[in-house]
């Protein structure tokens, strides 16, 4: 889930967290929990640090070793062990159970995006994506945010919180029944499929869909569970080319292959460099294909420049293949 959604369910734990007769008991304890279901509800997300780094970076490690079940186990116990020497008073044990909490429902809730996470990790490093909610919600937001104003307006905080996060497992289970009758329209449309990638938009009845079969790639929406396939591609296999091999010793186009399950190629010579171009399918926007990676490189097949990543016209990816430097 996005940033915001993140803080608004960490305000919605500390809350909930009233109905714990110890937390209701202290306020030392309700002070500290509040703090720790906070925290907890960011502190898997640290590694978007990386993104200052560069994308490949990002993209090979979001998500990653931070949502693993030993940070899973060792956030709240760091965490834990930050707050409670400003609050010695509160009960430690407490304090550990929510702030726990609040860390497992922010990776456990990350495995419903599109994106996913390597949850599993050190067991598998498979990146588990249901695709079932959008990273942005506005309904999962939006039911936080009049949780929080009836708090405000003097409704107790841990029976309007249950009562919304009983409402938020049954629209899981709506969604993930939607996503059903999506696949039933796509195999109907594409008997012949080998793999099927639903992801969910911010509109309630809007999927973006991406499917393979042996020879050929299809991208199409689903509206209402309508499907409509809009392009379709030949699935040509990536060459063993000279020109192929060495772009990808890019770590951007390394990073790219290691996130991206479907894509397309390109491969384009002009009069004094190669252009190499990766594009995820999976995205499709207003005509457009935003996620990429791009290689150039010279006659001689050294790497001149290289961007992976979010753009949205070819303009903006001419401007960022000219700043990066060689």
Request: hydrophobic letters at 50%.
């Amino acid at each position: 889930m996005d940033t915001g959604t993140h803080l608004v369910m960490g305000l919605a734990l500390g809350g909930l967290a009233t109905l714990d007769p110890v937390v209701a008991g202290s306020a030392a304890t309700a002070t500290s929990v509040m703090v720790g279901t906070i925290v907890g509800s960011q502190a898997p997300d640290v590694d978007t640090v990386l993104k200052l780094k560069n994308n490949a970076v990002y993209i090979r490690n979001h998500r990653g070793i931070t949502h693993s079940i030993p940070a899973v186990l060792l956030w709240p116990i760091a965490i834990t062990a930050v707050i409670y020497p400003f609050f010695p008073e509160a009960n430690l044990l407490h304090l550990w159970l929510w702030t726990f909490l609040a860390v497992f429902l922010h990776v456990f809730v990350d495995i419903f995006n599109a994106y996913g996470t390597q949850a599993l990790r050190p067991f598998s490093s498979k990146w588990i994506a249901l695709g079932v909610i959008n990273t942005f919600d506005p309904y999962i937001f939006g039911l936080h945010v009049l949780g929080i104003i009836i708090w405000m307006l003097g409704g107790h905080p841990g029976y309007t919180f249950l009562t919304l996060y009983i409402i938020l497992v049954f629209y899981y289970f709506v969604r993930f029944f939607t996503q059903r009758k999506v696949m039933k329209e796509v195999r109907a449309l594409i008997p012949n499929a080998t793999d099927i990638i639903i992801s969910p938009t911010m509109k309630f009845h809007q999927w973006r869909i991406a499917v393979m079969n042996n020879n050929q790639f299809f991208v199409g929406r689903a509206h209402n569970n309508d499907v409509t396939i809009i392009d379709q591609f030949n699935r040509v296999k990536v060459p063993s080319s000279p020109v192929i091999a060495a772009a990808k010793k890019d770590e951007n186009l390394s990073a790219f292959l290691s996130f991206s399950p479907v894509y397309r190629w390109e491969v384009d010579e002009y009069d004094n460099y190669y252009e190499v171009k990766f594009i995820d399918l999976r995205y499709r926007s207003k005509d457009h294909y935003p996620f990429v990676a791009v290689v150039q490189l010279d006659q001689e097949l050294n790497i001149v420049t290289s961007y992976t990543g979010w753009i949205f016209s070819e303009e903006k990816l001419r401007k960022k293949l000219e700043i990066i430097p060689n």
